[in-house]
Structure formats: C-alpha cells, structure tokens
C-alpha cells in the first residue's frame, strides 16, 4: 500500500501569515493532485502537477512537485480567513492503477 | 444542480442493519468510486468501478458491497452495519485518475 503523509495534521495561524503544509512519499507518482474541503461537502481540486520540480500558482497558492515526484508541497501567501479548510494531496502511480489520498491537513485562518 | 449527488445526506442506524449509500452523477463519466473518511486518515477507497461491468476491491472492503446499476449509478451496501463503519462516505467520478469530482457525502452514525 502506498503511503501519503501530510503535515502539519493541523495548523492554525492568523491572517496574513504564511504557511507551508507537505505531502511526503516513498513512492513515485505520475501525477499528484491538491484538493481543498470545506466542512459539509466533499473535495474539491485544486491543482494538478505532472512534471518532477514543477511549480504551479493558483492566486495566493504555489504548488511544487519534487524533482524526484515523491513529495510535494503547497504554500500559502497571506492567508485569508477563505483559505480555511482541510487540504489533501492525491498521488496517482499511473496505469491501472488507484489515486492514493494523503492524511490531510486541517487549516483554520483566524480573521 | 450538482454534477455528483448523494442520498441520504445523513444517516443514523443501529447494529446489523443494512443500509444502502446511493450515489447518481451527470458528468458522463465511466468512473466511479466510493471512499471513506475518517479524522487523521484522509480518504480510503472502498470500491472503484471503471464502466458498468467493472466492480473492484479497494483498499478497505470488508462489509461492504456496491452495485453500478447504469453508467450515472454507483450504490454502496452495508450488509451488516457495525459501529467502526461510522464515517464520512463519499461517492466521486473521474474521466482519467487525475481529477475526480466528489459528491457533497453521506454522514453514517452506526449506534
């Protein structure tokens, strides 16, 4: 079975700050993709990265893929009370294979 | 109207009964999954199905069983609900394994 871990689990800062959550492997992904939910519905995607090293922005949010596409991470440029919720990675090995889902990470903005 | 709905949106049910989770989409997608959350362990896969006469086993399916009555219908059973089956489920389609959408849950309280 392959292993995503996120961390931090939980964080909570004020807004403004800045933040960084990882979503760390010892498997090799195809593909890796970041999801954002809210509390009483389901995940949303974010962003999907491909290449090993590559860097995505989304507005105030920057994604990178490690050159060896085993580990990930997502900054968060001052934080808004809208960035509020739990962020999961997703790890796709390719082929016929399933997408694996990291731990999570709850964020919680303080206005 | 939402791409992937789910009924019931909550559920409460005692000790060995059986209930069943329904999952209907009108994005055209072959694929459909079930998963389960739970605090502190991210998203598990239950069952995946890649078109209507393709059922498989993921990663927790044990007491449970699934039914892909049509391209848009991907149903889950409880045979036998048991307390340690309380979780948030949710139901979600892809067209490829990089973007799933997710339907807005089930929350199922097993007493």
């Known amino acids: 079975t392959q292993l995503l871990e996120q961390s931090p689990q939980f964080l909570s800062i004020q807004e403004g700050e800045n933040l960084t959550v990882y979503c760390n492997s010892s498997?090799?992904?195809?593909?890796l993709q970041w999801y954002r939910q809210e509390p009483g519905e389901g995940p949303v995607l974010l962003v999907t990265?491909?290449?090993?090293?590559e860097v995505k922005k989304l507005k105030r949010l920057t994604f990178q893929f490690g050159d060896a596409r085993k580990d990930s991470s997502l900054h968060i440029t001052a934080a808004q009370p809208g960035d509020t919720g739990l962020y999961l990675c997703?790890?796709?090995?390719?082929?016929?294979?399933?997408?694996?889902f990291g731990t999570g990470t709850k964020l919680q903005v303080i206005p | 109207d939402a791409d992937v709905t789910q009924t019931p949106r909550n559920r409460i049910t005692k000790t060995g009964k059986r209930i069943m989770l329904e999952c209907s989409q009108t994005?055209?997608?072959?694929?459909m999954y079930w998963y389960r959350q739970d605090p502190g362990l991210g998203l598990r896969l239950i069952y995946y199905?890649?078109?209507?006469?393709?059922?498989n086993k993921g990663e927790i399916s044990d007491g449970y069983s699934v039914s892909r009555q049509a391209q848009a219908k991907f149903s889950l059973s409880l045979e036998s609900a048991i307390p340690n089956q309380t979780a948030l489920y949710f139901c979600?389609?892809?067209?490829?394994?990089?973007?799933?959408?997710f339907g807005p849950g089930t929350r199922l309280l097993v007493l």
């Open positions: 199905s890649f078109d209507v006469k393709d059922i």
């Open positions: 498997s090799v992904f195809s593909s």
């Open positions: 990265v491909v290449t090993g090293g």
């Open positions: 994005k055209g997608h072959d694929r």
């Open positions: 997703a790890g796709d090995s390719g082929g016929y294979q399933k997408v694996t």
């Open positions: 979600a389609t892809s067209e490829n394994q990089e973007t799933q959408y």
